[in-house]
C-alpha cells in the first residue's frame, strides 16, 4: 500500500535586503505573502556594493548584522513563517539575478511616486527586471499594511489565450490567498498620435463591433481560470484608450497588488521593459509585480 502523495514543498519567498527603509517595507510585505501562502522567506543580501569610480571596501561584519536584525523583525511580526537568510558575495544586481530563480517571487523595496530610486538607481534594478526569470514585486515605501489594504488584484492583460497564463496564474493565486477579487483588464482601440483623422477602428459601428470581439475573447481567455477558482470573484475591466491610463485608472481604489506582465522575447534592439511596465512602476501606489511570459 502507498501512502498519500506528499506535497510539494513550496518555493520560498526572496527578498533583496539593502538596510533602507524601503528594504525593510518590502521585507515586511513579503513575510505577510510568505504567511497567506504558507511558504518560507527569504532574505538576502549582497553585499559588494556596484563599483561607479572607486572600488568599495565591503563590510561583511555589517551585512550580516543586517541581516540578523531584519530577520529578528521579521519573526517577531510574523512568528510563523520560516526565515533564512543568505550573504550573496556578489554585486546586488547578480546576487538579485542568481537568488530570484529558484525563488516563488523577488521582492524589493522602491522610492517615490514621481521616479524610481533606491534598487533602481542607475540600472541596477532595471538589469534585474529585464533578466529574471521569475516574478519580481516592487514594494513602495508608502505602502499602507492594514487589514484593508485593498480587495482587488488588478491584472493588465496585453496579450490573451495561452500568454496570458503566467499573469494570470499569480494573479489568481494570490487572490485566492487574500480573500480577494481578480480585476482583469484589456484596454483597446488606442487613438493615433499621428494625424486628426479617426482610425477605421474607431469608428462608431466598427468599434463597437471590436469591443464585442475583445469582450468575447477576454472572457474566453479567463473562462478557465474562473472555473479552476470559483471562490475568487471576477471583474472584466475593458475600455477603449491608452493602455497605461485605462490600467492606472483601474488600479487607483481598491488595488491591493497589479500585475504586469514582461515579454520574454523581446527584439534584440527593442524596449526590455514596456510602457505599460515603467507606468506603473512610477504611477501605482499599490506593490507592483512584473511576471514575465512567453507569448510565441
Known sequence: MTGPTPRPVPRPITVGIDGSAESATAA?????????????????????????????????????????????QVAAERPGVSVTTELVPEIASTGLIEKAADAE???????????????????????VLARVSRPMVFVRSGTQERADEG??????????????????????TTAATRGAAVRAVRAWGTPSLFGPEVPDSLTEESSRDLEELEGRELAQTLDPWRRRHPGVPVVEHLRSG?????????AAFRSGLL????????????????????????????PVAVVPYDND
Open 28 to 72: 515586511r510585505w513579503a513575510a505577510r505573502e510568505a504567511e497567506r501562502r504558507g511558504a518560507p522567506l527569504h532574505l538576502v543580501h549582497a553585499w559588494i556594493t556596484e563599483p561607479v569610480y572607486v572600488p568599495p571596501t565591503p563590510d561583511e561584519g555589517a551585512a550580516r548584522d543586517l541581516l540578523a536584525r531584519t530577520r529578528a
Open 105 to 127: 517571487m523577488l521582492v524589493i523595496g522602491s522610492r517615490g511616486h514621481s521616479a524610481l530610486v533606491g534598487f533602481l538607481l542607475g540600472s541596477v534594478g532595471l538589469s
Open 151 to 172: 480587495d482587488e488584484i488588478v491584472v493588465a492583460l496585453k496579450d490573451l489565450g495561452p500568454a496570458a497564463d503566467a499573469l494570470l496564474d499569480f494573479a489568481f
Open 242 to 250: 491608452n493602455a497605461s491610463e485605462v490600467l492606472l485608472t483601474a
Open 259 to 286: 500585475v504586469v506582465g514582461r515579454r520574454v522575447h523581446r527584439p534584440v534592439l527593442g524596449m526590455r521593459v514596456g510602457p505599460v511596465v515603467h507606468a506603473a512602476l512610477h504611477h501605482a501606489r499599490c
